[in-house]
């Protein structure tokens, strides 16, 4: 995990105010009842990846994940948003505590002058991680 208050602070959180970050089914412990109590609480959303995520399969015409919603999104629960700020920053920050925070988010390291580096995976990978919930994101 990744977590550094003083260049978030001076860069004005633009990762945050850009998109909120994937998060993974492990942030839900791989457990159902979870992710349906997170949608079902209007601060998540369900977003996608436009093809199957995999490469060379047409399986799928959509890979779902879970991220949180933007601000200008409340309540929506299918929401392929190109942009928006996360529900979950305030004014001094995330209001999630480092280990509450997506995956994505806790994968991001703070650079000086907004040259964050996102380590680990891209929301196409994200995506292959959620295959295994596709049915259950299809008919939520």
């Known amino acids: 995990m990744y977590e550094n208050k003083e260049i ?3 860069c004005k959180d633009v990762c945050c105010k ?4 994937c998060c993974h089914p492990s942030d839900f412990s791989n457990n159902i009842n979870k992710m349906k109590k997170a949608l079902l609480s209007k601060y998540y959303c369900i977003d996608w990846w436009e093809s199957d995520p995999r490469k060379n399969k ?3 015409h959509e890979g779902y994940f879970i991220r949180p919603a933007t601000k200008n999104k409340i309540g929506i629960l299918r929401d392929p948003s190109w942009g928006g700020e996360c529900i979950f920053l ?3 920050g995330c209001k999630l505590s480092s280990d509450k925070r997506p995956m994505m988010c806790r ?3 703070p650079v000086e002058n ?3 580096i996102l380590h680990g ?3 196409r990978e994200y995506c292959i991680d959620w295959l295994e919930y596709h049915e259950f ?4």
């Not at 850009?18 to 970050?21: D, M």
């Not at 994101?137 to 939520?140: E, K, M, Y």
């Open 121 to 123: 995976k891209d929301k």
């Open 114 to 116: 907004n040259k964050c």
């Open 8 to 10: 978030c602070s001076n």
């Open 90 to 92: 305030s004014d001094t």
């Open 107 to 109: 994968m991001l390291e």
């Open 18 to 21: 850009h998109i909120p970050g």
């Open 58 to 60: 047409n399986e799928y």
């Open 137 to 140: 994101l299809d008919n939520f």
